[in-house]
């Protein structure tokens, strides 16, 4: 039997959608498969990956020093006091940041800078500076109640430095340190002789941090001003690192002239990129750091190696890329210390962010993810400091 044109041609193009269905099918099924690969590849390869792409291949490039007075020029801060649209200033909605504080906050921050054509960002650098001022919103805007806050731009290392052992990686540190202590000593000269100072800092930041600690306030009369040292993302070993620092491990919630430090990640976790050159180290007493526990605060109760479940925490901070949606989410991620001092935050958080590192490494959140417990924190060894 004959069929008329008008069926033939629907029936034509029920082919046509079946077989445009069927190589769409297909082509799901290649991306999905492709995902999985790059995943599997990312998580097998990820730290191979990352050198490969970010450690310069270029020759270190020996820089002048820094001299502290040039840090006098406020252009030389990202934030300070008497800074026009001070980023540090930031609050989410509902919080606000005090007009007057009692203490002065020195804060560096993390590495901002990932271009692999030089060891050290340019102080001019446009993306590096903008990064470090988001990071600034996020991060050191949670210390805004309880003290002023400083910091400054430095030559970074690039993030290439912190995955290889090559020699140019601690030259470019040591230049980053350099501008660090420029920093510090016009940042004493602006405060005065008598205000109560906080420590902060953050992964490349936190390690200066240690260094600062240990060659300017370990067994000098500037200790007696530290309200509370925050070396966050950084591993401080306690037997090979922390006695060289000058300040006690921060034992009680209300304790003040104290060292707070936690690395977060989420479960499963997997902390070997951080063990790695952890353990083939030596500490900053110069003995080896091999096996040894880390400083772990939990940043919920202040305390170390308490369990802290998520209803216990006052407020994660969940960014926004230009921070105005970002918001304070309550009772969402608990905190506990583990193994040999990491922080655990369960599963992986929904709408933290997509920054993630390989292992489940929760880096970029270390202080977002606690931010008004942070807060709080501060508060409360100001308040002790003060009751001294």
């Known amino acids: 039997m004959m069929m008329g044109a008008a069926p033939i041609t629907a029936i034509a193009r029920g082919w046509s959608v079946r077989i445009l269905a069927r190589k769409f099918l297909y082509l799901v099924a290649f991306l999905i498969a492709m995902t999985i690969a790059a995943a599997l590849a990312y998580r097998l390869f990820g730290a191979q990956m990352m050198r490969a792409a970010l450690v310069p291949s270029v020759a270190f490039e020996a820089l002048p020093g820094v001299p502290s007075g040039r840090y006098a020029d406020a252009k030389m801060w990202i934030a300070r006091p008497d800074k026009p649209g001070n980023p540090a200033r930031w609050t989410p909605a509902g919080r606000q940041s005090a007009t007057d504080p009692q203490a002065a906050l020195f804060f560096l921050h993390p590495t901002s800078y990932l271009d692999r054509s030089r060891w050290n960002a340019p102080l001019d650098d446009a993306p590096a500076n903008d990064r470090a001022a988001l990071f600034l919103r996020g991060q050191a805007s949670a210390f805004n109640e309880s003290a002023a806050i400083w910091a400054p731009r430095y030559r970074q290392a690039t993030f290439g430095a912190f995955l290889t052992t090559q020699a140019e990686a601690q030259r470019a540190l040591d230049l980053a340190y350099g501008d660090v202590v420029a920093a510090f000593d016009e940042f004493l000269r602006e405060v005065g002789p008598d205000r109560p100072i906080i420590l902060a800092g953050h992964s ?12 300017r306030v370990a067994g000098q009369p500037l200790a007696r001003r530290i309200v509370a040292a925050y070396v966050i993302g950084w591993p401080i070993s306690r037997t090979a690192d922390l006695p060289a620092l000058g300040l006690p491990e921060c034992a009680r919630a209300d304790q003040s002239g104290c060292i707070l430090s936690w690395q977060s990640f989420a479960e499963p976790a997997d902390p070997s990129l951080i063990l790695e050159t952890f353990d083939n180290s030596a500490g900053l007493t110069g003995a080896a750091r091999r096996g040894t526990a880390m400083v772990c605060t939990n940043p919920i109760t202040g305390t170390p190696g308490a369990d802290a479940p998520a209803s216990a925490n006052l407020g994660t901070l969940f960014p926004s890329a230009d921070f105005k949606a970002a918001r304070i989410g309550a009772g969402q991620v608990g905190a506990r210390c583990s193994g040999r001092g990491f922080i655990l935050i369960g599963p992986p958080p929904a709408d933290i962010g997509q920054y993630v590192l390989p292992g489940n490494n929760y880096h970029v959140f270390d202080y977002s993810l ?10 409360r060894r100001l308040t002790s400091f003060s009751a001294q």
């Open 370 to 379: 606690f931010w008004a417990n942070v807060r709080a924190d501060a508060a």
């Open 204 to 215: 490349q930041g936190a390690l200066h941090l240690t260094r600062l600690l240990q060659e």
